[in-house]
């Protein structure tokens, strides 16, 4: 029991019993006073935990929902078929269907509540929860601040607070690789912040009860119905499982890559030598890795070579070649 509700129960129920004790100085008066004081106060204190958990909607869902009902059955009690059955078995039918509308009217009042959107009522913009949470990751990544600078990012930002203390510590870590991350994406953060192309916003939002960045980080999208921005392999899945949707900054820069046909000519560095016999390996600008036949030999050179085929991967698109000109 929180502090606040034990000294409630104190104040209220000493108060009550006192004033019954000096008033009456009947023993048994002031122990009924102490007693009924007592159940009232506790009920009292596990409504408020009880609705604290509740969701405001649902909540007036239901009051509404109960009102309709009420309404309802006190329309029914105006009709009169005593006519047709006795007196008896139609105030027990009527007390029955009151009770069930009721009931029904509860039930449904939550059910709808649940999905009862103010802000469409109202006529405000869905843009204004149009939100995007950053995971540590993708802040660290850095990219998402080339992202933002094109405009493609639409809606708000959101930074949780959470995320600020896990980037801060790895800020401060003793490991030299980390402490630099750790400070660049404090940086990106600053920097997104400075640019007016998107709105950013940190918010306290916690859930204390639970430990992993991850956790807290579906548990956020989930109350504000937002979208995660991730690079995080694990994260994604996760996310996947509970319905919430994931944009993958990594998976983005795969569908930007430009695309090379069978046939086409590409200018590559060979750098070393592959897998397989005799194959070496370069790779284009943005990264991705074209397998030379042949190439082992061309090792430091820089050629000219066809494509043959394309592999796409989970790991991103691989290009096989094969050195121009090469048997003429």
């Keep these: 029991m929180p502090i606040i509700h034990f000294l409630f129960y104190i104040f209220f129920v000493g108060s009550i019993t006192l004033l019954y004790h000096f008033t009456y100085h009947n023993n048994i ?83 709808k509540g649940g999905e009862f959107n103010l802000k469409s009522f109202l006529g405000k913009s869905e843009e204004e929860k149009n939100y995007k949470i950053l995971d540590t990751s993708v802040i660290i990544d850095g990219r998402i601040a080339e992202i933002c600078d094109t405009g493609f990012i639409e809606g708000t930002l959101l930074i949780p607070q959470f995320v600020l203390i896990e980037l801060q510590h790895i800020a401060d870590s003793h490991d030299h690789l980390k402490r630099v991350r750790g400070r660049r994406g404090l940086d990106i953060i600053k920097r997104i912040q400075m640019q007016s192309k998107v709105n950013v916003e940190i918010t306290d939002i916690d859930f204390p009860k639970v430990k992993e960045v991850d956790s807290k980080l579906i548990l956020l999208a989930q109350k504000l119905n937002a979208k995660i921005i991730t690079n995080d392999f694990n994260l994604l899945k996760l996310a996947e499982v509970q319905g919430i949707e994931v944009l993958n900054i990594n998976a983005l820069a795969t569908a930007l890559r430009p695309i090379a046909l069978p046939g086409e000519t590409l200018t590559i560095t060979i750098i070393k030598e592959g897998k397989e016999e005799r194959q070496g390996i370069g790779y284009l600008d943005d990264g991705t890795m074209v397998v030379v036949e042949n190439g082992i030999d061309r090792i430091g050179e820089k050629l000219d070579v066809v494509v043959t085929s394309i592999l796409q991967t989970t790991a991103g698109r691989m290009i096989f070649a094969k050195i121009k000109n090469e048997n003429k």
Excluded: C, M, R
């Design 29 to 111: 008066k002031t122990f009924f006073a102490f007693l009924i004081s007592s159940l009232a106060t506790l009920l009292a204190i596990f409504s408020i935990e009880f609705l604290k958990k509740i969701d405001l909607k649902k909540l007036l869902g239901g009051l509404i929902g109960a009102f309709l009902g009420l309404i309802i059955g006190k329309l029914i009690t105006k009709s009169d078929y005593t006519f047709i059955i006795d007196q008896k078995i139609y105030n027990y039918v009527i007390a029955f269907a009151q009770i069930l509308i009721f009931y029904v009217g509860i039930h449904i009042g939550i059910k």
